[in-house]
């Protein structure tokens, strides 16, 4: 099961609260585990200028301003910019199926702050892991739905409705989900 570039959509029985009605664009997998970001949980109480004072990083009169995430549970001080592809610094940047980057340098945040950087961007801080297949084990559980993930999903300024709308995309209205899980 390839699940890097698929977004994975928390189902209503999720036992682990933080991740409730959360949507994950997951970032890498291989049978070492899984790595993803949590894409519609934005961080009230942090803003990225906020962040960018904290981190001395110079804002230019025309310097952009992202929105900032709570990632996932794992080093939530650690920053990643998940990105359109159009940016890359090297080595600091990781290409996500899909047509994705994943940089946690501080250069995609000075060239942010001064104005330029990825034509779309959101910062995460912290990620989401699973070990060796404990992410195979959780869908087999019916604790996530996967499918792929959309640019325009990703991306989209309603982190509210993402949860409803990536259902919505796979043709499955959120009011007929059931928290039990099911064989035949």
Not at 12 to 28: E, H, N, Q, T
Not at 49 to 61: D, R, W
Not at 99 to 109: N, P, Q, R, V
């Amino acid at each position: 099961m390839e699940l890097a570039g698929q977004i994975l959509i928390a189902m209503p029985g999720m036992a682990d609260p933080r991740f409730d009605r959360s949507v994950i664009l997951v970032c890498a997998h291989s049978d070492e585990g899984s790595m993803g970001l949590i894409i519609n949980k934005p961080l009230e109480e942090l803003s990225f200028s906020g962040l960018l004072e904290h981190l001395k990083i110079p804002v230019a009169p025309r310097g952009r301003d992202i929105r900032v995430h709570l990632g996932g549970p794992v080093e939530r001080g650690r920053g990643f910019v998940l990105h359109s592809p159009d940016w890359e610094v090297g080595r600091g940047t990781m290409a996500v199926p899909g047509g994705f980057g994943m940089t946690a340098t501080t250069d995609i945040l000075e060239a942010l702050a001064s104005g330029g950087g990825p034509d779309k961007a959101l910062l995460a801080l912290g990620y989401s892991g699973w070990g060796p297949g404990q992410l195979e084990a959780e869908i087999a559980r019916n604790d996530w739905l996967t499918c792929e993930a959309p640019d325009g999903l990703v991306f989209a300024p309603d982190d509210g409705g993402k949860w409803s709308a990536a259902l919505r995309g796979m043709g499955i209205d959120p009011l007929t989900l059931s928290a039990a899980a099911g064989r035949a």
